[in-house]
């Protein structure tokens, strides 16, 4: 038995425990040979004894042993290193070797048809980029929700936050979420009313699956979201696509079509339309919401960016007016902090909030908790309103220098509205290929979007969407610099 002090050694500074030291030397000893198969070890009181340990140490060794099928435990026999070890020699593979791998695109069969193929191709730290309308991550509050988090360690109880929690979210966000929309946007809601989800893409999913089904008549602007059209040709849903001008989307072709179809529900954006950046009148507003009860359709109101306005005091909501319970109010907190950010929430009525909360639990049990909970405590302690603010300030003065660069730099190949709020410029091109506008710019170190996504009739896009919230005027000044080089 001496030979067991010999090979176990137990380094009690170690991180690994102790019992697991145990369990990996014996391993090793049995992969050489020196254990043989169907040796007999020692009782766990003689092996503590002889290694300074507690029994109940070897005793979880060996059950581990055992629980890896290296050793086998006879109640009154005694314990064995068991005949048939799984020992698994890998071999090393040198430069002389032929690897096979499969040629075959698909090894296995699947469902290839649910959506398009999508790639979003990695961009590197330092790259210059002008994107749709994205927030700064280095305005992002991030010393403050470090803290935050640390705080809710010194809890006592903490424990619970770590945890299974609701579907819906966690209880304090959802608190926090509707007294900040009952403040800001005069939404009449409570924590009922609330879901948390892994941002505004996945509450417009679950709310298009749960009121529409196969072969359902819808309706959205065209150009549109290109994410929420994926999700209703996913869905195998009728798109309506209806156009867009300078006051949002066309509600009186809304109208034409609720007169001859059954419309299951209207996605609309009211707030800086993707792509086109327009805000939807309140005169549309009201008109839409009163369709919506004469012909019993339901609005999806995506209001994903409403804190960033500029020149006024924003519209209210359709969400806050509505009487007859029709909206279904979606946003999310990817704009606000960072696009890792994963939270978003939808507010309807109490019954399609409980309805769509067992839906997620199919798809996704439940959300960050831990996140949504430091996150509360930054709305309680005053620290988002606070940040909005700031952040408010600097993406209007953003705005104005990129804008005025357009203007200046651009000239008359470009045209656009200065957007009243959002974080992007809609600007259209005159006579210029956006495909190989986008090519040039990549070969001189700027990443654009070529428009392709905003349409989905076939019609070449005259127009980008150039986000401006990201870029400090330094980094605006070299990508307008670029941009003008290649037109």
Known sequence: MQDFQDFITIDKSSDKPVYLQITDAVIQQIKLGRLREGRKMPGSRQLA?????????????????????????????????HNDVPVLQPKMITEADEIHISSEANIFSFNNNLVESYHDGEIKTGQLVIDDGFPDPRLAPIEELTRSMKMIFKRPGYIKYLNYGSTKGSDVLRRSLAAYLNDTRGLPVTENNVLVTRGATMGIYLTARIIAKPGDEVIMSEPGFHLARKIFEQLELNIHKIPVDENGIDVECIEKICKTKKIAFVYVVPHHHFPTTVTLSLERRIRLLELSHLYNFVIIEDDYDYDFHYASNPIMPMASIDTHGKVVYIGTLTKTLVPSVRIGFLSAHENFVEHAASYRHLIDFQGDGFLEVAIAELYRDGTMVRHIKKSVKTYRERRDHFCELLKKELGEKVQFTVPNGGMSVWVKFENIDLKKLSEKARSKGLEISDGSKYDSVGNPCDALRLGFASLNETEQTMAIEILKACL
């Not at 029994?55 to 581990?64: L, P, Q």
């Not at 629980?67 to 290193?81: C, D, E, L, P």
């Open 49 to 81: 004894d002889l290694l300074a340990v507690n029994r109940m140490t070897v005793v979880a060794a060996y059950n581990e042993l055992e629980a890896q099928g290296w050793m086998i435990q006879h109640s009154r026999k005694g314990s064995f290193v």
